[in-house]
């Protein structure tokens, strides 16, 4: 009776520390084919690193003991996988706000399919992607996400 007493207690313990500190992807299980790789040069070379997904990244200075930061131009991306890649750190798309504004953005030339291309790209499941260069995103990820397709 003591030993399933401290199993429940623990359990509840778990439970209000992923309350409140956030359901990490860390904690939820590893779906098959939901990966993708990130490598700092065109045609998947030089340095690289892997995250398995779920996986949300507000920024990437200290991703696997290295900065990643505006350093990423190529991707492989699994099955199960897709992928959100951000201009902006804390995945944040800063460009957008200027749609709320259309008079600044008309007297800047910038229009709304702009907004659109420059603040975020969204990559979908097994795509290969050679260059960044050729989306206008050449080393400007600064924050990502990598979700699962169940």
């Known amino acids: 009776m003591k030993h399933i ?65 505006k350093r990423i131009e190529s991707i492989l991306i699994g099955p199960k996988a897709t992928v959100t890649v951000f201009e902006n750190k804390n995945f944040k798309l800063t460009l957008k706000e200027m749609a709320k504004h259309p008079v600044l953005m008309k007297s800047l030339g910038i229009t709304k399919q702009d907004i659109l291309e420059d603040s975020e790209i969204i990559l979908h499941p097994d795509s290969k992607i050679h260059s960044f260069g050729e989306y206008n995103f050449y080393h400007k990820i600064r924050s990502l996400k990598v979700e699962c397709k169940y």
């Open 5 to 69: 007493k401290k199993t429940i207690q623990r359990l509840i313990s778990l439970l209000i520390l992923m309350m409140l500190f956030g359901y990490s992807s860390t904690v939820s299980a590893k779906i098959e084919g939901c990966w993708a790789e990130f490598y700092e040069d065109a045609q998947f070379k030089g340095e690289s690193f892997r995250l398995q997904g779920p996986s949300f990244k507000r920024n990437l200075v200290k991703e696997q003991g290295k900065n990643w930061d």
